[in-house]
C-alpha cells in the first residue's frame, strides 16, 4: 500500500489519498526503485506540460522528454495532470477530471510540501490518517 501525503502545521504528513497497488510491473517498480533510493520524491502540478508528461518522462528544467509510449490521451485539455517525480524522472501520475472541489484540493496539496512513501507491512492508511514519519495514526 501507498501513500500520498502533504505536510500539515504540526509538523506530520497528513494523508490525502492512498493507493492499494500498482499493478503494471515496469511502473511499480519504478516507484518501488525510487522509494528504496532514499532520494526526495516531490509531487508537482504538471498540467501545463500536458501530453509530454509521460510515466519515466524526464524533466530537464523546462520541459519533459521520453517516458512511456503508450498514449493515454485522447484530448488531454479537459483534464488537470499532477506527478511524482525522483531524480527528475516522472515515477508516477495522477489525471483528474476537471472539479472544481477535487482540483482545488489537489493544487493545494501540489503547492505545498508533499510526496509519496509505502505504508509499512501490517499498518493500513485512509484519507484523512496522519504519518508521522513512521507510522499510520488513524483519526
Known sequence: MYAFIVKNAEGTWDIWRTLEDIPVP????RVE????????????N???YRSSVRSGAVWDGTS???GDNTPWL???SLVYLYAYLCD????LMHIEQ???GTNSLLDAVFESDNTMIKIPEGQTANFGDIWDGEN???R
Do not use: C
Open 26 to 29: 515496469a511502473k511499480k517498480a
Open 33 to 44: 526503485n525510487a522509494l528504496a533510493s532514499g532520494n526526495p520524491i516531490i509531487g508537482r
Open 46 to 48: 504538471v498540467t501545463e
Open 64 to 66: 519533459f522528454t521520453g
Open 74 to 76: 485522447t484530448n488531454d
Open 88 to 91: 527528475n524522472v516522472v515515477i
Open 98 to 100: 476537471p472539479n472544481a
Open 136 to 138: 499510520v495514526i488513524t
